[in-house]
T-cell receptor, first 115, second 115 residues
Framework: GAGVSQSPRYKVTKRGQDVALRCDPISGHVSLYWYRQALGQGPEFLTYFNYEAQQDKSGLPNDRFSAERPEGSISTLTIQRTEQRDSAMYRC?????????????FGPGTRLTVL | SQKIEQNSEALNIQEGKTATLTCNYTNYSPAYLQWYRQDPGRGPVFLLLIRENEKEKRKERLKVTFDTTLKQSLFHITASQPADSATYLCALDPYYGGSQGNLIFGKGTKLSVKP
């Protein structure tokens, strides 16, 4: 079956622009997670949803970052007024149920470059 | 501070040997610990999960141990093959009981298996 998909795969933007990154989880998966991954590092948690409810946004770096999952399926991570330090790989993952005992399925990521 | 460390950034071994990767954590009491494999340019792929009351878990050539006293997990690949070359990440749910699922990842260990 289809895995987690993310779009766009690559995004180049100029400093100060807003960007929206999309994640389409595996159908039926309750939980959806956003991570950011720098080169040579493991994924760093940003935020997560159970159904449409945002459960934890403690990992979002600042208030320029926001996320939504309005219908409990597709999610969008929005970065306003992008800065060069926002350049990274943004990864989305989904799991059938919430909780650390469930495996997470990761998407291919969106590589964001802010010039 | 809370940390999760994978001791070796890189590990080079000969084909056929056993690879042993280490994951240490401090100031967490995880109920579950997960291991993922990540190939270049791709998202992490789940391999194994071990619970705090399990000492050891096996899957084919993979074995994971979990010592909550030492706060350490070991990941073994027996009879290693060049196809096992990848980065291996350990991850844990930092919340009591593993109820959330927003994982904290180590930096990963890059394993290279030489023919």
């Amino acid at each position: 079956g289809a895995g987690v998909s993310q779009s766009p795969r690559y995004k180049v933007t100029k400093r100060g622009q807003d960007v929206a990154l999309r994640c389409d989880p595996i159908s039926g998966h309750v939980s959806l997670y956003w991570y950011r991954q720098a080169l040579g590092q493991g994924p760093e948690f940003l935020t997560y949803f159970n159904y449409e409810a945002q459960q934890d946004k403690s990992g979002l770096p600042n208030d320029r970052f926001s996320a939504e999952r309005p219908e409990g399926s597709i999610s969008t991570l929005t970065i306003q007024r992008t800065e060069q330090r926002d350049s990274a790989m943004y990864r989305c993952a989904s799991s059938l149920r919430p909780g650390g005992y469930n495996e997470q399925f990761f998407g291919p990521g969106t590589r964001l470059t802010v010039l | 501070s809370q940390k999760i460390e994978q001791n070796s950034e890189a590990l080079n071994i000969q084909e056929g040997k056993t690879a042993t990767l280490t994951c240490n954590y401090t100031n967490y009491s995880p109920a579950y610990l997960q291991w993922y494999r990540q190939d270049p340019g791709r998202g992490p792929v789940f391999l194994l999960l071990i619970r705090e009351n399990e000492k050891e878990k096996r899957k084919e050539r993979l074995k994971v141990t979990f010592d909550t006293t030492l706060k350490q997990s070991l990941f073994h690949i027996t009879a290693s093959q060049p196809a096992d070359s990848a980065t291996y990440l350990c991850a844990l749910d930092p919340y009591y009981g593993g109820s959330q699922g927003n994982l904290i990842f180590g930096k990963g260990t890059k394993l290279s298996v030489k023919p």
